[in-house]
Structures are given as structure tokens and as C-alpha cells.
């Protein structure tokens, strides 16, 4: 059991990496295949907490991160046979970063370093890691999502401010600004469904949110119908038509679906 752990997917595989027990940084990568059967592949070279994970060709990485003494900049990455290398560390250690992946690349973006941070790495389909224009405004506990052609990095904390900011980047790694969030918060959860990413949820500073906004290929904003419950702390997931946003601050048993023509349901709560 642990907290602040990453997820990714590879093959044929969905990883869940690191973490924090309660007592203790872990290492522990747990598997599950299709058939949803568990597997314990080699451990993560470093123990450590509040990662990000995102996927690139035939690969799963895992990046950042806390050890308990120091911000980490290791990355491990798994293949389809669940093989572990350690390809060219993040160029600045950092936790609370957020991963995406668009085109040939997994992105990592912002994170906390003692102060926020606007670094971006990006890795192909090679490992090989380049360094793209920063964010626009640098930021921890930020999210992601991914939509046609582009990774999207949203919200965050600046170290003084919640912030609204959204920073999009193409297959080329080229950098743009879409509209802002409709309101500016932190700890909120990202997914995609359909033509959309969508980022639900978080925190405003004052109070938990139930704000969901939603781009769509061309980086246009709506907001349909926002959460039945606000919480923060929350997770989302893509599954067939549907983006999942479940749990979060309370704790909290909700699930929220959305479909691809951003129609809310709430399915059967968490167990």
C-alpha cells in the first residue's frame, strides 16, 4: 500500500511505480496485463515519491521525484518485456513534475526543486532527452493530459499564487498558450476522451473545486457540466468512450464519467 505513486502504460502492461507507505519511499513497480493478472518486475533503481510516469514508443518511463533526503532526477524505464534501463537523467531534479506524451515524446514538466520550476524534458522513442522551451510560468503539482496533437500542462502552484495557466506542446515540441483555465487551481486530475483533454477538480487556495474545463483538438475551451462532488486530490483515467475522475479530498467515494460528447453519469462509487 503507498501513495504519491505514478502510473503508465507499455505493451501490454499498465505500471504503477513508487511511492509512500507510511513509514517508507518505495521502489516497488507493480504490473498488470490484460488479462488484469499482477506481476512484480524489477524495482525502480531509486525509492522515491510524488514521480510522474508517461509512456513513449515501446517504452514506460518513470521520472523525479523525492527520496526522502533529496529531489531525484532519475528516470527508469520498462519495455514491453518489463525489462528496466536507466536511460539519461531529467536535466534538473525535481518532484510533484507532471508526464505526458505527444507524437514520438514523453514530456516531463514543472515540478518543485525548493522552488517552482518551468523545466521541460523530453524523451523519444530512443531515450535520447532533449531539453524544449520551458513553461510559461513555472509551477508544482500541475497536470496532464493529452488531445490530437498536443500534451497539455495545467494549473499548478507558483510558490505564491494558484495558477490558471495552460501550456500546450505540439509533436514538434513547439510551445503554445491556450486560454487559461476558467479558475486557477492546484492538486486537480487530468484524461482524455474523444477529441477532448480534460482537467477536473483541485483546489482554488480557498476551497475544493468541481470545475471541469475541456480542449479540444484545436486547444478551444468549454466547460461542461462540473463535477457532482468537489474534491481535490483526485485521479483520472481514460477507459473505452469514458474519462474517470474517482476519490480525492474528503476522502471522497465519487466517480465522475465523462463521455466523448462531455455528457456527465456518475457510475457505482469506489469500493
Do not use: K, Q
Request: hydrophobic content about 40%; glycine content about 12%.
Amino acid at each position: 500500500a503507498r501513495d504519491h505513486l505514478a502510473g503508465a502504460s507499455v505493451g501490454d502492461y499498465a505500471l504503477f511505480a513508487g511511492g509512500y507507505t507510511g513509514s517508507a519511499y518505495s521502489a516497488v513497480v507493480d504490473a498488470y496485463d490484460t488479462d488484469l493478472t499482477r506481476s512484480t518486475p524489477i524495482a525502480l533503481s531509486t525509492a522515491r515519491r510524488e514521480l510522474a510516469g508517461a509512456s513513449v514508443g515501446d517504452y514506460a518511463l518513470f521520472a523525479g521525484g523525492y527520496t526522502g533526503s533529496a529531489y531525484s532526477a532519475v528516470v527508469d524505464a520498462y519495455d514491453t518485456d518489463l525489462t528496466r534501463s536507466t536511460p539519461i537523467a531529467l536535466s534538473t531534479a525535481r518532484r510533484e513534475l507532471a508526464g505526458a506524451s505527444v507524437g514520438d515524446y514523453a514530456l516531463f514538466a514543472g515540478g518543485y526543486t525548493g522552488s517552482a520550476s518551468s523545466v521541460v524534458d523530453a524523451y523519444d522513442t530512443d531515450l535520447t532527452r532533449t531539453t524544449p522551451t520551458a513553461l510559461s510560468v513555472a509551477r508544482s503539482d500541475l497536470r496532464a493530459a493529452s488531445v490530437g496533437d498536443y500534451a497539455l500542462f495545467a494549473g499548478g502552484y507558483t510558490g505564491s499564487a494558484y495558477s490558471s495557466v495552460v501550456d500546450a506542446y505540439n509533436s514538434s515540441l513547439v510551445r503554445s498558450t491556450p486560454t487559461a483555465l476558467s479558475r486557477a487551481r492546484y492538486m486537480l486530475a487530468g484524461a482524455s476522451v474523444g477529441d477532448y483533454a480534460l482537467f477536473a477538480g483541485g483546489h482554488t487556495g480557498l476551497a475544493c473545486s468541481a470545475v471541469v474545463d475541456a480542449y479540444d483538438t484545436d486547444l478551444t475551451r468549454s466547460t461542461p457540466t462540473a463535477l457532482s462532488t468537489a474534491r481535490a486530490c483526485l485521479a483520472g483515467v481514460s477507459v473505452g468512450g469514458y474519462a474517470l475522475f474517482a476519490g480525492g479530498s474528503g476522502p471522497s467515494l465519487v466517480v465522475d464519467a465523462y463521455s466523448a460528447n462531455l455528457t456527465r453519469t456518475t457510475p457505482t462509487a469506489l469500493s
